[in-house]
């Protein structure tokens, strides 16, 4: 990709900065804006560029996605979608019918993601006897909606851990294998008992793994997504990620997140952190678990689970053990990035937060809270006090809203999915999806946090309706906001003169448009440095 001379006009441009809001034209030279504002001004600064005209159409910077999985999004992508699937007999169907309209060999894995027993009635996991009557022999592993319990028959068991063995086992640390009445392994399992199955279980290939990042590269621009932050990378995918980027083969900034401390933190821990020549790949933070997800009743909780008593959830690590590893990655000049949902795991990563701030010579470095989905009351206004973010996902409100409330019961539910509670504690906001746990789709994510509705516009007047945001503030926390979460404020986040050239024209205006059309908008062009890497054809930009 090239970048040259480019001057937009007849444009509503919203530069999210301290400026005045909207411009109508913008200029870009050498990959960064040089001017915005009116046309007078923007030609005056590119005389000789090529001019588009947006036709009226809104810009907004490049969306920002805080908390995504780059290649297992892409591998998601390619496998059978069961994001739809109302039942265990119709995510059974989905695979038949995958299996029919592909080649696979007898003894294949089939693999399956997207699966959400709270949707279902009754709202229990399943059993492995039905894919078992389907699929007697091949091997069937199936990834829940979150990515935190697995779904395995008879014979993806067999071929892995061992039926019998996983019989007389005991739960793992930070895990849980699920039984039936009579204690034996229906075939879902939980958290840390997913290795069972996953570390024995082939890795895709070289090329189905560069197949996959292929298609979350295309997916990422058709929505108007110019940057991620990929939440827990290795070595492996890193080096994928750079030879792209040497081949210009890559259109995205990836801000990458080490996964936890293993051979890659110690690579990097003894380098330093890394920033492409490109701008295209940072790594500059390490991503920790404190627990698990909610829906699974892996989420660590303060008090019992409302819908079962006596469970509340595990903490993957113990207090201490956790400190070390914030410890760790701070004095390796690292940004700490924690997963917490659970009330309970929020208050274990503030404290490590606040105790190794108290015991070093630096503050922590912007540190994060990815999800922050049930934070106390009395804990909110630390995050402002520590300078730490909360890395939020919109649509897990409206996805959740339906069974939440039953796992943390009326007065709990309160404090969970509080995204306005949060910022006016003081918590800077950064959004993300955290796909492929939702779909990539930052306007969706814009109405869930303006509306608190799903798709359907339910509930009427939106969940918990007082935790909505204003447009201008749901905007922000999808572009300036992750921005500053990866100290690249002064890079990118807003159209700003100085600035890489990363942003999104839009069907419609976000900003102005009735709440139940949120949803229509569409991303008819995506740039990147001044380069579109997807456009409608209407868009009427042909570089």
Request: with cysteine; glycine share 8%; proline share 7%.
């Amino acid at each position: 990709m090239t970048s040259s001379e480019l001057l937009i006009t007849n444009a509503t441009v919203y530069p999210v900065d301290s400026g005045p809001s909207p411009a109508t034209a913008l200029a870009i030279r050498d990959g960064r804006f040089v001017a915005v504002g009116s046309p007078s001004e923007a030609s005056a600064a590119v005389p000789a560029a090529r001019c588009v005209d947006a036709g009226g159409r809104p810009i907004v910077p490049g969306f920002i996605d805080a908390h995504a999985h780059l290649q297992e999004l892409g591998l998601a992508l390619r496998r059978v979608d069961l994001t739809k699937s109302s039942s265990p007999d119709a995510v059974v169907e989905r695979l038949q019918t995958y299996v029919a309209e592909h080649e696979l060999s007898a003894h294949a894995w089939l693999r399956g993601h997207g699966w959400d027993q709270t949707g279902w009635s009754p709202p229990r996991f399943p059993h492995r006897r039905a894919l078992d009557a389907a699929f007697p022999e091949r091997p069937v592993w199936l990834t829940r909606t979150d990515v935190h319990a697995g779904w395995a028959n008879t014979a993806a068991l067999e071929a892995t851990v061992g039926l019998d063995r996983l019989h007389e086992m005991s739960d793992p640390d930070g895990g849980h294998i699920h039984r039936d009445e009579t204690g034996t392994p229906t075939g879902v399992l939980i958290d840390a008992a997913m290795a069972l199955v996953t570390d024995p279980l082939p890795s895709p290939s070289d090329v189905e793994q560069g197949r996959a990042l292929s298609t979350a590269l295309r997916h990422t621009a058709q929505h108007g997504v110019t940057s991620l932050h990929d939440a827990g990378v290795g070595l492996a995918t890193l080096r994928r990620v750079q030879a792209l980027i040497e081949d210009d083969q890559f259109p995205l900034r990836l801000y990458a997140m080490i996964n936890g401390r293993g051979e890659t933190f110690k690579h990097f821990c003894e380098r330093g952190p890394f920033h492409h020549s490109s701008g295209r790949l940072d790594v500059e933070s390490v991503k920790f678990f404190a627990d698990g997800a909610l829906g699974s009743r892996g989420a660590a909780l303060l008090e019992d689970y409302a819908d079962a008593p006596g469970n509340r959830g595990f903490l993957l690590h113990k207090d201490d053990a956790f400190r070390e590893n914030v410890r760790a990655a701070h004095e390796c000049g690292f940004q700490v990035n924690t997963h917490a949902i659970g009330d309970r795991a929020n208050r274990q990563v503030l404290n490590a937060y606040e105790e190794v701030t108290l015991q070093s010579a630096h503050p922590l470095r912007r540190p994060r809270i990815e999800h922050a989905q049930i934070v106390a009351p009395e804990d909110r206004p630390r995050f402002g006090r520590l300078g730490a973010i909360a890395s939020v996902q919109p649509a897990f409100a409206p996805s959740d809203q339906d069974w939440a409330p039953a796992r943390l019961g009326p007065d709990r539910i309160e404090d969970a999915y509080a995204w306005r509670s949060l910022s006016d504690a003081g918590a800077a906001l950064a959004f993300g999806s955290d796909a492929p746990v939702e779909p990539l789709d930052p306007i969706r994510a814009f109405h869930a946090a303006v509306t608190r509705q799903d798709a359907n516009g339910a509930p009427s007047g939106g969940w918990h309706p007082s935790e909505g945001l204003a447009r201008s503030t749901a905007l922000r926390a999808h572009t300036q906001g992750p921005a500053y979460a990866a100290f690249q404020e002064d890079e990118v986040g807003s159209i700003s003169v100085g600035k890489r050239a990363d942003f999104v024209v839009l069907s419609q205006d976000l900003m102005t448009v009735p709440a139940d059309r949120l949803l229509d908008t569409e991303v008819v062009a995506t740039y990147l440095g001044g380069t579109p890497v997807h456009r409608q054809t209407n868009w009427p930009d042909a570089q």
